[in-house]
Nanobody
Framework: QLVESGGVLVQPGGSLKLSCAAS????????MSWVRQAPGKGQEWVSG???????GYVDSVKGRFTISRDNAKNSLDLQMNSLKPEDTAVYYC???????????????RGQGTQVTVYS
């Protein structure tokens, strides 16, 4: 099970940290990602982290977002800085079935948390 939290309303330029609490498996063993879905748009892969710590980001968030794991809490985080209105979306934490992350598929996802960046 994956349970996201941290989504709120924030002004452009602001920062936000999303968290995903995992249960039933060990986060550090699998590839994990964040994906998002903006209103009226398809799902977009945002960032991923492999079991060996390798990370990846979609170009639009590089330098602004940071993905990390908290092994003690068995959780996944996404630090979001310099937020823009186009970052507005429902953000989902997803688990991959292998130790690496993939940008096009995943095993399952959480219920999502809404991030709204308004001006």
């Amino acid at each position: 099970q994956l349970v996201e939290s941290g989504g709120v309303l924030v002004q452009p330029g602001g920062s936000l940290k999303l968290s995903c609490a995992a249960s039933g498996f060990t986060v550090s063993t699998y590839g994990m990602s964040w994906v998002r879905q903006a209103p009226g748009k398809g799902q977009e892969w945002v960032s991923g982290i492999s079991s060996n710590g390798m990370t990846g980001y979609v170009d639009s968030v590089k330098g602004r977002f940071t993905i990390s794991r908290d092994n003690a809490k068995n959780s996944l985080d996404l630090q979001m800085n310099s937020l823009k209105p186009e970052d507005t979306a429902v953000y989902y934490c997803v688990k991959h079935s292998i130790s690496f992350f993939r940008t096009t598929s995943y095993e399952y996802r959480g219920q999502g948390t809404q991030v709204t960046v308004y001006s």
